[in-house]
């Protein structure tokens, strides 16, 4: 229940804020409602109210949400009013460009928006934590990954050398250390080699060799694999005001953006492999073990800022199917002045929705294979 509790929390609020972008840009524009639900309703199940010309729901299957307007080939795949020849004022097809990319981009900017103001108020009431950029060590981790135990935990190096917090690291393989970024540019470096490190330790002197173990990062498109002591750098407490805590949060929500791009990047490329990639399963276990940590409620806002920030930036790439798609449509028929054909429209969606399905089906296999 913990888990499933957590993820409608973390899903629900971003869900939402995405098709009530959709619904209040629509109207601005004149485009007619049909319906305005969250959550998904197949086979007719969940709750639904008639108010006006608008059917508000909530599906009974919690895996996302959609805005239904006149005139347009949605997933719903519902070509039957597009076949008039007759485009009524409050169609979606009765508008120009710029109208329709506003629709299209309406909930994507709403996600991007709720991150951002999430983060901020985490910011400006608990400040940040910033890297003393000395070769001090705050904490160590006992235990990390191995690659090569199907991620079952190894000891660390820091921890089978005695490493212990307010060590100074002085010397890596003969090398000077100055600073933290000096350890940092070293051991990542050198995965599954044999280091000699000095370290000081109030006045005393030590120094002993250790395999250096391994890790794997996203890194602009690709997966790289780097080098892991396994220590914590000590950091101290900022705090923000109001606009510095709002500049933080654009620039999180930019970096989370980012990153999440180039593993995009990777995964069309194949520069990262397939079996990174997690679905809805993946989303309930983190969001269930989020909540029984300590600060839950705060890990979970945060959780939902990653999320929401990541559902914006899919729904605006260029799948069919997706707010992307059918933005790229509406710049197509716009530079070519008439519509597409109503077939070619009807592929591309079967298409997309073919391709969504089956990344679906995909992910939660290889989130239970992971579990």
Wanted: glycine content about 8%; hydrophobic content about 45%; proline content about 3%.
């Amino acid at each position: 229940m913990i888990y499933f509790l957590s993820f409608i929390f973390i899903i629900a609020i971003p869900v939402f804020l995405h098709e009530l972008g959709h619904f209040m840009a629509a109207r601005s524009v004149g485009i007619k409602v049909e319906k305005f639900y969250v959550g998904f309703n197949f086979f007719g199940l969940g709750l639904k109210k008639k108010y006006k010309e608008t059917e508000y729901g909530i599906g009974a299957f919690p895996l996302g949400g959609y805005v239904k307007v006149a005139g347009i080939l949605d997933e719903n795949l519902d070509s039957e009013n597009l076949a008039e020849s007759e485009i009524k004022d409050y169609e979606f097809r009765s508008k120009n460009v710029f109208q329709k990319l506003w629709f299209l981009s309406a909930g994507v900017l709403m996600n991007f928006l709720l991150s951002i103001v999430i983060f901020s108020g985490i910011f400006f009431v608990n400040g940040v934590s910033d890297i003393i950029n000395e070769p001090i060590i705050g904490d160590i981790h006992e235990n990390i990954p191995s690659l090569d135990q199907d991620g079952e935990k190894e000891f660390s190096p820091s921890y089978l050398l005695g490493l212990k917090p307010n060590d100074r690291i002085l010397e890596i393989n003969s090398n000077r250390i100055n600073s933290w970024t000096d350890i940092s540019n070293q051991i990542s470096l050198i995965p599954n080699q044999m280091i000699q490190i000095k370290w000081s330790r109030q006045s005393q002197i030590f120094t002993d060799s250790v395999k250096v173990s391994s890790g794997i990062f996203p890194e602009k498109g690709k997966i790289v694999e780097k080098g892991i002591l396994g220590i914590i750098a000590k950091t101290k407490h900022i705090n923000l005001n109001l606009f510095e805590s709002i500049s933080f949060s654009c620039q999180r929500t930019f970096e989370i953006v980012r990153d999440t791009f180039y593993s995009f990047i990777g995964l069309i490329t194949g520069t990262i492999s397939i079996k990174y990639m997690s679905g809805i399963v993946g989303i309930v276990d983190m969001a269930g073990q989020t909540a029984q940590q300590d600060q839950a409620i705060l890990k979970l806002l945060f959780l939902m800022a990653y999320i929401s920030a990541n559902l914006g930036l899919i729904n605006i790439l260029p799948i069919p199917g997706l707010d992307g798609g059918h933005a790229a449509i509406a710049i197509i028929e716009g530079v070519i002045r008439r519509d597409l054909p109503i077939n070619i429209k009807y592929a591309i969606q079967s298409i997309g929705f073919i391709l969504i399905l089956s990344l679906f089906i995909f992910t939660i296999y290889n989130d239970i294979i992971k579990l």
